[in-house]
C-alpha cells in the first residue's frame, strides 16, 4: 500500500525511531498512532526525518492519515489533548518539553501527582466496610503482612543479671529472648507494694542520638559515665529533666524498656548507616520498621505475662518514634489496653512535602513499611486500636509536624472513636510546645493514665 505524502521534521540526531502507541486518540476511531523516523543519507541535504501516520477506520478510502505537526510539538500535543490526565508524562516539563529535573528537595518532581493517589481503601473512613470487628481483623492483618517476614518466636527465658533497690520500688536489669534472633537486655522497674501492677511498656524515642535508647526513659545504672552523662542530658532537654519509666513506678507501674536495633546496647550502625541497615534487612526479606514492630510486639507479651503484673491494665507510651510505636503497638497487641503517644501524629500527605524530616530518609525507615502507604493512613493504622482507650499528645510548636496535618489525623481519629460510641476514650491535645513530653504533658498523661488502668478508690 503506497502511503500519503507527507510531511516531513528534522530530527535532532540521526536515530531511527519506531513507536506503536496502541492507545486511541481523540478525532481517531481507535487503532495505533504509528510514528516512524527514517534516516535519510547524513550529506548536507538531508537530515534524519519524521513522518508520522496514523490509522483512521472512519475513512476506509484512506486507511493511514498523516499527522503533519512536526515533532516534538505534534507528539506532546496530540498526547495532552487526548491523555489530559497523562498530563505530558506525569511530571512538570520545561520549555523542552520533557523532564529536565526529575527530583527536586528528595522527592520525585511528580510527588503530588502520586500523593493524590493514595485514596486509603482499607481506611474504616472510605465508607468501603460495615462490621467495625470485621474491618479491624483486616486491617490489622494487612497491616501485619506489610511488616514482613516475622522473626521466629522462642520461649523468654528472662534472667535478671542486676538490681537497685530504688525506695518504693526496685529497679532490675532482665535479660530476655524477644525473638529468637535476639537477646537482650532489658529495664524493669516493680514497685515493692503487693500486686499484680498495672504496667507501661516504655518505647523510647529517636532523636538520631544512638549510644542511649532504654536509658532515655528509665534511669541507667552501673553503666559507663559517658552513657549516664547522655541520658541525664537527653532528659533535660525532652523529657521535662525526668526519667518517665520512674515517675510512673512512683506511682505504683511496672516499667520495662528495651533498646531498638541500632541503640545502646543493640547499636553499632549510628546515622549514617541507617538506609544502609534497612537496605540489608530488606536484602534479606525482612524489614527494619518491620522488625522494630514486631520486637515491640514480644515485648508488650512479655511485659504482660510478668507475674508481677495485671496482664488486662498494660499501656504503652513513647515520645516521636516512641509515639509513633505506641499508637502501632496499640493497634496490633490485645496486650496492650491503652497507650500515650506524645509528638507523633500526622497525616502521611501532610508530612510528604519539601522540607520535612520524613523526606530526608535515615530515620524514617523506622517506620516505613511496604505498600502500606496504598492502603492506611496513619491515623488510620491507629485507629485499628478503638475502642481502646489512647490519648494523643502534640506540640504547636513542634518543627517536624505541621499543625494542619495533626488536626487532620485528630479529626479522623475522632470520627473513628464516635462512630463507635467511644469518643470518651479518645483524647487528643495541642500543647503549646516544641518536640518534647515535658513536666506539664507528663502530669496530664500520668494523670489519665490512672483514670483508665487503676480502679477507683
Known amino acids: 500500500m503506497k502511503r500519503p505524502a507527507h510531511k516531513r521534521s528534522r530530527l535532532p540526531s540521526h536515530i531511527a525511531l519506531l513507536f506503536l502507541v496502541a492507545m486511541p486518540l481523540r478525532g481517531l476511531v481507535s487503532a495505533p498512532l504509528q510514528m516512524m523516523a527514517t534516516a535519510a543519507n547524513p550529506d548536507s541535504d538531508h537530515l534524519p526525518t519524521l513522518s508520522l501516520w496514523a490509522d483512521d477506520k472512519s475513512n476506509p478510502g484512506h486507511p493511514l492519515t498523516m499527522v503533519s505537526d512536526p515533532y516534538p510539538e505534534a507528539l506532546l500535543r496530540r498526547v495532552n489533548q487526548d491523555f489530559p490526565a497523562a498530563g505530558g508524562a506525569g511530571s512538570p516539563t520545561g520549555p523542552a518539553g520533557y523532564e529536565t529535573a526529575g527530583v527536586r528537595d528528595r522527592l520525585p518532581v511528580f510527588y503530588e501527582r502520586l500523593a493524590s493517589r493514595m485514596d486509603y481503601p482499607l481506611s474504616w473512613l472510605s465508607g468501603r466496610h460495615g462490621d467495625f470487628a470485621a474491618w479491624r481483623d483486616q486491617a490489622r492483618a494487612k497491616v501485619t503482612e506489610c511488616l514482613l517476614r516475622p522473626p521466629p518466636v522462642v520461649p523468654f527465658e528472662p534472667k535478671v543479671i542486676a538490681e537497685q533497690d530504688r525506695g518504693s520500688y526496685v529497679a532490675r536489669k532482665v535479660v530476655f529472648n524477644v525473638t529468637g534472633d535476639s537477646r537482650v537486655l532489658a529495664f524493669m522497674l516493680v514497685p515493692k507494694a503487693a500486686g499484680p501492677h498495672p504496667a507501661v511498656l516504655l518505647l523510647h524515642d529517636h532523636g538520631a542520638r544512638f549510644d542511649i535508647g532504654k536509658e532515655k526513659v528509665i534511669e541507667p545504672w552501673d553503666e559507663p559515665v559517658t552513657k549516664m552523662e547522655s541520658a541525664r542530658k537527653w532528659i533535660a532537654q525532652y523529657y521535662g529533666g525526668r526519667f518517665i519509666g520512674d515517675e510512673l513506678a512512683k506511682r505504683g507501674y511496672v516499667c520495662l524498656a528495651t533498646d531498638m536495633l541500632n541503640w545502646s546496647d543493640r547499636g553499632g550502625g549510628g546515622y549514617e548507616n541507617q538506609q544502609a541497615l534497612a537496605a540489608n534487612?530488606?536484602?534479606?526479606?525482612?524489614?527494619?520498621?518491620?522488625?522494630?514492630?514486631?520486637?515491640?510486639?514480644?515485648?508488650?507479651?512479655?511485659?504482660?505475662?510478668?507475674?508481677?503484673?495485671?496482664?488486662?491494665?498494660?499501656?504503652?507510651?513513647?515520645?516521636?518514634?516512641?509515639?509513633?510505636?505506641?499508637?502501632?503497638?496499640?493497634?496490633?497487641?490485645?496486650?496492650?489496653?491503652?497507650?500515650?503517644?506524645?509528638?507523633?501524629?500526622?497525616?502521611?500527605?501532610?508530612?510528604?512535602?519539601?522540607?520535612?524530616?520524613?523526606?530526608?530518609?535515615?530515620?524514617?525507615?523506622?517506620?516505613?513499611?511496604?505498600?502500606?502507604?496504598?492502603?492506611?493512613?496513619?491515623?488510620?493504622?491507629?485507629?485499628?486500636?478503638?475502642?481502646?482507650?489512647?490519648?494523643?499528645?502534640?506540640?504547636?510548636?513542634?518543627?517536624?509536624?505541621?499543625?494542619?496535618?495533626?488536626?487532620?489525623?485528630?479529626?479522623k481519629m475522632r470520627r473513628v472513636w464516635e462512630s463507635q460510641q467511644a469518643a470518651d476514650r479518645l483524647a487528643t491535645r495541642l500543647y503549646d510546645a516544641p518536640h518534647e513530653f515535658n513536666a506539664t504533658m507528663q502530669k496530664d498523661a500520668f494523670d489519665w493514665l490512672d483514670h483508665q488502668l487503676k480502679p477507683a478508690r
Open 281 to 411: 534487612l530488606f536484602q534479606l526479606g525482612a524489614s527494619w520498621a518491620g522488625l522494630i514492630a514486631q520486637e515491640d510486639l514480644r515485648a508488650a507479651e512479655f511485659l504482660a505475662t510478668r507475674p508481677e503484673v495485671d496482664g488486662r491494665r498494660v499501656a504503652a507510651m513513647g515520645l516521636s518514634v516512641g509515639g509513633y510505636r505506641t499508637w502501632q503497638t496499640a493497634a496490633l497487641s490485645d496486650r496492650i489496653a491503652a497507650g500515650v503517644s506524645v509528638c507523633w501524629m500526622a497525616t502521611r500527605k501532610g508530612l510528604m512535602v519539601p522540607g520535612n524530616n520524613q523526606t530526608t530518609g535515615q530515620s524514617a525507615f523506622t517506620m516505613i513499611h511496604p505498600g502500606l502507604a496504598n492502603l492506611l493512613d496513619y491515623p488510620d493504622v491507629a485507629s485499628i486500636a478503638c475502642p481502646k482507650p489512647m490519648m494523643f499528645l502534640c506540640g504547636s510548636r513542634d518543627q517536624l509536624f505541621p499543625v494542619k496535618c495533626i488536626e487532620e489525623a485528630f479529626a
